[in-house]
């Protein structure tokens, strides 16, 4: 087996979940008394935040090529970063690390294209809705069709994200607007929905939306597994 390395703190709700996932997938795999082998560095969101909204992408950059050598360091065969905005800054630690790193978008796209969907909607934080460094990958790898919500409706899935979700808040009245959102997108054509951002399944159950969801945390952990496991 494999050590899975794990960049968390962005933030703590959804990395905790990355360590369940993992450990259940191992487990469910291999049987018995089976845990994963894996190291975690983890970092103060509050610094990453203030970045983000600073614009000041260089300097996250820098902060998760660093983590990701401290994995290395630490003994990791791989690197995964426990987010999905920050995967914005992907090309930094790719170039300060020689093992493999596991984009998230690529195994969201690997996981849409296995059931055959072609137009779908993405829910995340502003950046990833807006930046390209996301559906770039989803429309140039996998021939996929990326719908967003309005403007209006990204700035209330921003809200919730970064006033509540990050902060372990999670409400009725927030679940029922994401639906809301979501349904708008399935009228328009969205045949599944990414839920882009690792603490929006935490919000949204899958059971509870009329579309195949996508957990965007739950796929990458997978992805974890398998390289850990299998190849």
């Not at 191992?26 to 610094?47: M, N």
């Not at 401290?70 to 800054?89: P, Q, W, Y």
């Not at 959102?181 to 939306?209: F, H, N, R, Y």
Request: hydrophobic share 45%.
């Amino acid at each position: 087996m494999k050590t899975i390395g794990l960049i968390g703190g962005m933030s703590w709700e959804s990395s905790k979940i990355y360590y369940q996932h993992i450990n259940e997938m191992i487990r469910g795999t291999l049987g018995g008394s089976h845990s994963a082998k894996s190291v975690l560095t983890s970092v103060d969101f509050d610094e990453i935040e203030q970045h983000s909204f600073a614009n000041q992408w260089d300097k996250i950059g820098e902060a998760m090529a660093l983590q990701a050598q401290k994995l290395v360091a630490a003994g990791a065969d791989m690197v995964v970063l426990c987010t999905n905005t920050i995967h914005l800054v992907s090309d930094a630690i790719t170039e300060a690390v020689d093992v493999p790193f596991i984009h998230i978008a690529r195994a969201t796209g690997e996981a849409i294209q296995k059931q055959g969907l072609q137009k779908v909607a993405l829910l995340g934080t502003k950046f990833t809705m807006e930046k390209d460094f996301y559906t770039r990958i989803l429309e140039e790898e996998f021939g996929l069709e990326i719908l967003v919500p309005e403007v209006s409706d990204m700035d209330v899935l921003q809200s919730i994200i970064y006033n509540e979700l990050v902060k372990g808040v999670f409400t009725e009245t927030s679940k029922q607007r994401c639906l809301d959102i979501i349904k708008k997108l399935e009228d328009q054509g969205a045949e599944g929905v990414i839920l882009g951002c690792t603490e929006l399944p935490i919000l949204i159950p899958s059971e509870e939306v009329d579309i195949p969801t996508f957990d965007t945390a739950k796929i990458h952990a997978q992805k974890a597994v398998d390289l850990a496991l299998f190849k």
